[in-house]
């Protein structure tokens, strides 16, 4: 297979970025974004050029003018893939986007949770299929070497500050774990919306939480941070294929997180970790007690996290599973 990448420019286009995927030996083209119109124009002209038998069309609302500009360049072969369980939808990009399926060979889903979402929308259930994300499993090795008295007896949350992620409920869990006579101390790890920052700083100062809270901001080599940690948390309100919890699996994190689609799936409750409902404080304080009291569950749960991890969700199966369905499209 021979593969040109096109990326869409936004706003955030980074420069750099794009030119470290270009030193990886990659084919970069960027199209306009100023204007949907302008992106199928540039995405038509470049297919008509490149005559590709498959043309991948990757992410909200990208999946819409990259088909529609296949559909022009009369690209064989049209694959759509979905990142969330939520997408933006209104009417009309809903009508656009299952028109579009009656002419898609191939809508993946990156969980089986997203997967199902997309069936429950409306698409074609014969073309729609999970294919889940993977991570890389080596730089993870150090995990079995790491015994679980060398962890930090703390809680981390890996994630952006964003409206689809719930770290309000965990500060809240906290808080009620405080009352009960534990005093964990929490790291929240990664950057996102200032606006959400700031007002998660102000509910840990409001409760009286600053000596056991840390904003860690952007972590380089966060996967050592993961298993240097007991207990990792993903709170949220919904999720497409949760790449953080699933490295905090493969670090042994005993995990727990909110039963949302794209969670469930990748977390078997009371197996390889907790499911807590979504918005439930009280739940989610009980869930790290009893982890926070039971180091031997934790551990046990972290040791099957990790397990799952590895059977399951690695970039080797990722790219194989892609790799079978363009082949099968050829």
Request: hydrophobic share 45%.
């Given at each position: 297979m021979e593969a040109l990448l096109v990326l869409?420019?936004?706003?955030?286009t980074d420069a750099k970025r794009v030119q470290a995927l270009i030193?990886?030996?990659?084919?970069?083209?960027?199209?306009?974004?100023?204007?949907?119109?302008?992106?199928?124009?540039?995405l038509y002209r470049l297919a008509r050029q490149y005559r590709p038998n498959i043309l991948v069309a990757h992410g909200f609302s990208e999946h819409l003018w990259g088909r529609f500009a296949g559909l022009l360049a009369q690209v064989p072969h049209l694959v759509h893939v979905e990142h969330n369980s939520r997408e933006?939808?209104?009417?009309?990009?809903?009508?656009?986007?299952?028109?579009?399926?009656?002419?898609?060979?191939?809508?993946?889903?990156?969980?089986?949770?997203?997967?199902?979402?997309l069936v429950q929308k409306g698409f074609p259930e014969d073309r729609c299929m999970a294919i889940p994300n993977g991570?890389?499993?080596?730089?993870?090795?150090?995990?079995?070497?790491?015994?679980?008295?060398?962890?930090?007896p703390g809680i981390i949350m890996a994630s952006?500050?964003?409206?689809?992620?719930?770290?309000?409920?965990?500060?809240?869990?906290?808080?009620?774990?405080?009352?009960?006579?534990?005093?964990?101390?929490?790291a929240f790890a990664g950057l996102g919306?200032?606006?959400?920052?700031?007002?998660?700083?102000?509910?840990?100062?409001?409760?009286?939480?600053?000596?056991?809270?840390?904003?860690?901001?952007?972590?380089?080599?966060?996967?050592?941070?993961?298993?240097?940690?007991?207990?990792?948390?993903?709170s949220t309100h919904y999720e497409g294929m949760p790449l953080a919890l699933v490295e905090a699996m493969a670090a042994g994190c005993a995990c727990v997180a909110t039963d949302v689609v794209g969670v469930r799936g990748v977390i078997d409750h009371g197996i390889n970790g907790i499911l807590v409902r979504e918005n439930d404080a009280q739940a989610l304080a009980s869930a790290l007690n009893q982890l926070l009291q039971?180091?031997?569950?934790?551990?046990?749960?972290?040791?099957?996290a990790r397990a799952k991890a590895l059977s399951s969700y690695t970039l080797q199966q990722m790219h194989q599973s892609y790799a079978t369905l363009l082949l099968s499209l050829k």
């Amino acid at each position: 297979m021979e593969a040109l990448l096109v990326l869409r420019r936004k706003r955030n286009t980074d420069a750099k970025r794009v030119q470290a995927l270009i030193d990886l030996g990659l084919d970069v083209h960027i199209v306009p974004g100023w204007s949907h119109l302008a992106t199928i124009m540039a995405l038509y002209r470049l297919a008509r050029q490149y005559r590709p038998n498959i043309l991948v069309a990757h992410g909200f609302s990208e999946h819409l003018w990259g088909r529609f500009a296949g559909l022009l360049a009369q690209v064989p072969h049209l694959v759509h893939v979905e990142h969330n369980s939520r997408e933006r939808y209104n009417w009309l990009r809903l009508w656009q986007a299952k028109w579009l399926a009656r002419r898609t060979a191939a809508i993946v889903g990156v969980s089986e949770g997203v997967r199902d979402a997309l069936v429950q929308k409306g698409f074609p259930e014969d073309r729609c299929m999970a294919i889940p994300n993977g991570i890389e499993m080596s730089r993870f090795e150090p995990a079995d070497q790491i015994s679980w008295s060398e962890r930090k007896p703390g809680i981390i949350m890996a994630s952006r500050f964003a409206r689809q992620k719930d770290q309000g409920t965990l500060v809240k869990a906290l808080q009620l774990l405080k009352s009960e006579g534990l005093h964990p101390p929490l790291a929240f790890a990664g950057l996102g919306k200032s606006r959400l920052i700031k007002k998660i700083q102000q509910q840990v100062q409001a409760t009286d939480l600053e000596s056991q809270v840390q904003f860690m901001g952007q972590v380089q080599g966060l996967h050592e941070t993961l298993m240097r940690h007991q207990i990792f948390v993903l709170s949220t309100h919904y999720e497409g294929m949760p790449l953080a919890l699933v490295e905090a699996m493969a670090a042994g994190c005993a995990c727990v997180a909110t039963d949302v689609v794209g969670v469930r799936g990748v977390i078997d409750h009371g197996i390889n970790g907790i499911l807590v409902r979504e918005n439930d404080a009280q739940a989610l304080a009980s869930a790290l007690n009893q982890l926070l009291q039971n180091s031997q569950l934790a551990r046990q749960l972290g040791n099957a996290a990790r397990a799952k991890a590895l059977s399951s969700y690695t970039l080797q199966q990722m790219h194989q599973s892609y790799a079978t369905l363009l082949l099968s499209l050829k």
